[in-house]
């Protein structure tokens, strides 16, 4: 497996707060690689970093097997970004957007198989400032590509978008791993990383606290199931299992290696409490739960 970029010790201050606390990882040809945390993790900061938008503190970046000192356009050339936040010439169409941003590159991708790739063929001719979210997204992974880049970084690439545009770019965010490109994808959403990425990172107060295929991690729990179900009354669900919560919709989830046992302690102690169980679920762990289980705190908070 080639390594296509390492970081090592990477830190990150602004003030007193340590956006990126010594962090290291590596990327290898081809895979989607994704930094999963909440908002305010370190995931912008550290990818910025990577972009050449910001420097760091400390540590240490290879590219392509090369220690480098400043992100300059020698690494530019070969990678792409899509940032969180794009803007646009709102009254120049698509295609002419996307032709002034391939003019910035000596390397260049053919923009008409961009817009077919992007599904954004029909929108070619369309001003800018007419696009929706989720087609002003779609050009910013274009614009992302127009210098054909080996390694494609994706900042939340759906936050804001609704399930149906979602999964579409989740479709062309496996396309761009077929076609071969290496792929660093920030999110904070796990649905997203569990879809998508081959090996996830979980950041925390910019330090990672996890790191493997979404089955390491689920494994790591060493539990089986996770059960949920609402109460219409209630019963001290958390002094039985330790490892239970109540959210604030009032839903209960127990983590459990043994689901027979735990759904037998539950209705006996409904019984015993004369409260009804509703809308009960047994689900694999997952992403969530793993952070739950770390910190203490959910992913959604
Ligand atoms: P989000 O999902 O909200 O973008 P993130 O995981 O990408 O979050 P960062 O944007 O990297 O996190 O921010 C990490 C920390 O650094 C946060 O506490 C944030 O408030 C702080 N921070 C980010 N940029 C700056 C800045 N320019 N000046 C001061 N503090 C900043």
Redesign the pocket.
Same mark, same amino acid.
């Given at each position: 497996m080639e390594e296509v970029l390492k970081v090592v010790g990477l830190k990150k201050c602004?003030?007193e707060?340590k956006?990126v606390d010594g962090i290291s990882f590596s990327i290898y040809r081809g895979e989607i690689f994704s930094l999963l !945390?909440p908002?305010?993790? !370190?995931? $912008? $900061?550290t990818m910025e970093i990577l972009e050449g938008l910001r420097r760091p503190d400390a540590g240490e970046i290879y590219y392509f097997g090369e220690r480098v000192q400043k992100i300059d356009m020698r690494i530019k050339e070969r990678i792409g970004m899509q940032l969180?936040d794009s803007r646009f010439f709102d009254y120049l169409t698509v295609k002419e957007n996307l032709e002034f941003f391939a003019g910035l590159y000596s390397r260049k991708n053919d923009v008409t198989r961009l817009l077919d790739i992007l599904g954004l063929q029909d929108k070619s001719k369309t001003l800018v400032k007419h696009l929706s979210g989720g087609q002003l997204k779609r050009l910013a992974i274009a614009v992302a590509l127009v210098n054909d880049p080996e390694v494609v970084f994706l900042d939340?690439p759906t936050t804001g978008l609704d399930p149906q545009a979602r999964r579409t770019l989740w479709n062309i965010i496996v396309k761009l791993k077929e076609m071969g490109k290496t792929i660093f994808l920030?999110t904070?959403y796990m649905e997203e990383a569990e879809q998508l990425a081959d090996r996830v990172f979980i950041i925390d107060h910019g330090r990672i606290i996890a790191s493997g295929t979404v089955n390491e991690l689920v494994n790591s729990l060493g539990m089986e199931s996770v059960v949920e179900f609402d109460l219409d009354g209630t019963m001290p669900v958390e002094e039985y299992f330790k490892d239970s919560r109540k959210f604030e919709d009032g839903r209960y989830e127990i983590t459990t290696h043994d689901p027979e046992k735990t759904l037998s302690i539950v209705y006996e102690l409904a019984r015993k409490h004369g409260v009804k169980i509703r809308n009960l679920v047994i689900r694999r762990p997952n992403l969530e739960d793993v952070f739950l289980h770390l910190t203490g705190r959910s992913l959604r908070d």
């Amino acid at each position: 497996m080639e390594e296509v970029l390492k970081v090592v010790g990477l830190k990150k201050c602004y003030e007193e707060v340590k956006a990126v606390d010594g962090i290291s990882f590596s990327i290898y040809r081809g895979e989607i690689f994704s930094l999963l !945390g909440p908002n305010g993790a !370190g995931k $912008t $900061t550290t990818m910025e970093i990577l972009e050449g938008l910001r420097r760091p503190d400390a540590g240490e970046i290879y590219y392509f097997g090369e220690r480098v000192q400043k992100i300059d356009m020698r690494i530019k050339e070969r990678i792409g970004m899509q940032l969180q936040d794009s803007r646009f010439f709102d009254y120049l169409t698509v295609k002419e957007n996307l032709e002034f941003f391939a003019g910035l590159y000596s390397r260049k991708n053919d923009v008409t198989r961009l817009l077919d790739i992007l599904g954004l063929q029909d929108k070619s001719k369309t001003l800018v400032k007419h696009l929706s979210g989720g087609q002003l997204k779609r050009l910013a992974i274009a614009v992302a590509l127009v210098n054909d880049p080996e390694v494609v970084f994706l900042d939340e690439p759906t936050t804001g978008l609704d399930p149906q545009a979602r999964r579409t770019l989740w479709n062309i965010i496996v396309k761009l791993k077929e076609m071969g490109k290496t792929i660093f994808l920030t999110t904070h959403y796990m649905e997203e990383a569990e879809q998508l990425a081959d090996r996830v990172f979980i950041i925390d107060h910019g330090r990672i606290i996890a790191s493997g295929t979404v089955n390491e991690l689920v494994n790591s729990l060493g539990m089986e199931s996770v059960v949920e179900f609402d109460l219409d009354g209630t019963m001290p669900v958390e002094e039985y299992f330790k490892d239970s919560r109540k959210f604030e919709d009032g839903r209960y989830e127990i983590t459990t290696h043994d689901p027979e046992k735990t759904l037998s302690i539950v209705y006996e102690l409904a019984r015993k409490h004369g409260v009804k169980i509703r809308n009960l679920v047994i689900r694999r762990p997952n992403l969530e739960d793993v952070f739950l289980h770390l910190t203490g705190r959910s992913l959604r908070d």
